[in-house]
């Protein structure tokens, strides 16, 4: 059985940094491209950042691009989201996703989330 | 890529064709995905590559389209399917949710 289990996220100020997990398992990790998905309270879902299987190819969306940078290690079967300079918007549920191939394509499974709550 | 799905809300009773669409700003062939999210759950897959159903999702859903028009359509809507729909473009870095459709039960 596939999961992926978020860990990470609390309470932070503005501009500080927090990094969060995902820990998968029941798939062989390393022959997937995984995704961080975000959705603020009440609000849509939005596409925050993917990496390739091999870590080879990397995007971001623009609103976090320069601050946020994803991860992987396979040896551990995790997947990671570096948070910087952290802002009021980036307040969101954060999952994390499995995409279906090793590169991009559609996700076909989903963590729980992880909350983050940038606040003073 | 900037997705926009239409409409936002729809009121509907049961039994009754549901369509919702979602269009691309530029083309992205048939990498288009969509998704289910009821209250506090996770969002799950429905429909992969604008028209392929994902394994065990009801046969009343079904997805059309390419290019930069695309359509998702629930048959005979149940009780079970109120929740927000999303379209997904996996084209190209960055990707893009739309702004999610969301569907209630008269």
């Known amino acids: 059985e596939v999961q992926l289990v978020e860990s990470g996220g609390g309470l932070v100020q503005p501009g500080r940094s927090l990094r969060l997990s995902c820990a998968a398992s029941?798939?062989?990790?390393?022959?997937?491209?995984m995704h961080w998905v975000r959705q603020a309270p009440g609000k849509g879902l939005e596409w925050v950042s993917g990496i390739s299987w091999n870590s080879n190819s990397i995007g971001y969306a623009d609103s976090v691009k320069g601050r946020f940078t994803i991860s992987r290690d396979n040896a551990k079967n995790s997947l990671y989201l570096q948070m910087n300079s952290l802002r009021a918007e980036d307040t969101a549920l954060y999952y994390c996703a499995k995409d279906h191939a090793y590169d991009s394509t559609y996700f076909d499974y989903w963590g729980q989330g992880t909350l983050v709550t940038v606040s003073s | 890529i900037v997705l926009t799905q239409s409409p936002d809300f729809q009121s509907v009773t049961p039994k009754e064709k549901v369509t919702i669409t979602c269009r691309a700003s530029?083309?992205?062939?048939?990498?288009l995905h969509w998704y289910q999210q009821k209250p506090d759950q996770s969002p799950k897959l429905l429909i992969k590559y604008a028209s392929q159903s994902f394994s065990g999702v009801p046969s009343r859903f079904s997805g059309s389209g390419s290019g930069t028009d695309f359509t998702l359509t629930i048959n005979s809507l149940e009780p079970e399917d109120a929740a927000t729909y999303y379209c997904h473009q996996s084209s190209n870095f960055p990707q893009e949710f739309g702004q999610g459709t969301k569907v209630e039960i008269k």
């Open positions: 530029q083309s992205i062939g048939s990498s």
């Open positions: 029941g798939f062989n990790f390393d022959d997937y491209a």
